[in-house]
């Protein structure tokens, strides 16, 4: 049978494609794929012909049955993400290296959990070079990182890098550590601090405000929806590799035979043992009762089977102080003023101006209590006439900020502590003044 000379492109688009995507590509997907118009589906599917029984097959009758053929068995699919296995590796081992050692019997939680992951992880790929008990781990620690098969993928990680260098955790190890009382939560996270890491060596700046918009916005979302930024003709593009990372099943998060989702945050709710739900978050629960927002509908088991929801780490990082920051910008917006947030690629929250003259740059913090020596490390931007550290209303009652930012504030070097309603009713002040003086 003969192969068209387009065999080698199509392979690689649909190679891509599966290591994103659970189904196979309608006929639309798989021409922008291979970066072609829609109306050349035709095309695509007589290349395909050429190819059904030897490198690829479906089903005539059923959607997205497109699949590759395979002369081996396919691996199992895998959904252990390796750099968080690093992560947990890397904390358990700083932990575990300060402990006294008549404590060193007992193993650090995220030690536990990354050789757990590690060994699960060449399980199922059939590699043999993952440690199976304590002291071939330290052995392995001490070579490099990326004699590890897995963790070959990791870009731009050194054939000299070693968890244990000389007796000691290494640079490498302590980069990695994540710090926090819930570390499975802190290892989460870091895929916020991968994305912005990797959005500013590559400067797009774009891209990372539509992926905190998504994760902020829709921290629920059907496979469907997920698929589309998965794309490849999706703004999300270049950041689509951290997706699997942010985004799992809806269903692994907590087993129910119906999931509710909060008025505010739209994120599931957890199951009470009187058989109620509610919002894992306080200020969700209170806001959504005191602006009476209306209830999200319900959806079945069998429906959340095919969704996606954010990692509780993501959600708790990422999610929750994003709101305030949308919440603050769209106030500020309906007042006619211009808006950028995370100007500069996250450089601070949001940027408001007035005018060319008159400009703000504000860093938006959800803080139980004022925290002084981070407060210090918000420094006066240049650029911009003044800058604001501004808290919700909700936390004056714990911050009491009216009564103390007249201390705080002379030691800021510029940097002024205000309110939201604060904030508002200044920006309003100065829309007022600019109408005003407008000749008629």
Sequence with gaps: MKITRHREKILEALREWFRLHKEGPTLEELCQELEMHPRQKATVQ?????????????????????????????????????????????????????????????????????????????????????????????????????????ASDIKNLSHEIAFIDDGLVSDFTLQWQVSGSDVEKQVQEKVLQDVLEYCRGHQLEEEYRNFRKLIITQPVLPYAEYRRFMSSSSPLKPLREFLPQTYVDLVELEANNTYHFCPRCKYVQWRRTDGTYRCCNHWCRRLSARLNLPLLPPISFHEAETWKAVTPGVYRFGTLPGLWEIQLAEELTKLGVRVTLWPEIDEYDLLVEFSRKVRWAIDLKDWSCLDEERLSRVKARSDTQETFVVFPDEREEALRLSVVREQLEPQLNGVRLRLVSEIIAQAKKIREKKSHARPF
Excluded at 123 to 137: C, I, S, V
């Design 46 to 150: 007589r290349w395909l012909q050429t190819m059904r029984g030897i490198d690829v097959e479906w089903d005539d009758h059923i959607k997205r049955s497109l699949h590759l053929i395979r002369e081996e068995p396919a691996e199992p699919e895998i959904q252990i993400s390796v750099t968080e296995t690093l992560r947990y590796l890397a904390t358990g081992l700083v932990e575990w290296e300060k402990r006294d050692f008549q404590k060193r019997a007992h193993l650090p939680k995220a030690l536990r959990i990354g050789m757990s992951r590690m060994y699960l992880t060449s399980l199922l790929q059939g590699d043999r070079t993952a440690p199976e008990n304590l002291p071939e781990f330290f052995e392995w620690a001490e070579n490099p990182v990326i004699q590890w098969l897995p």
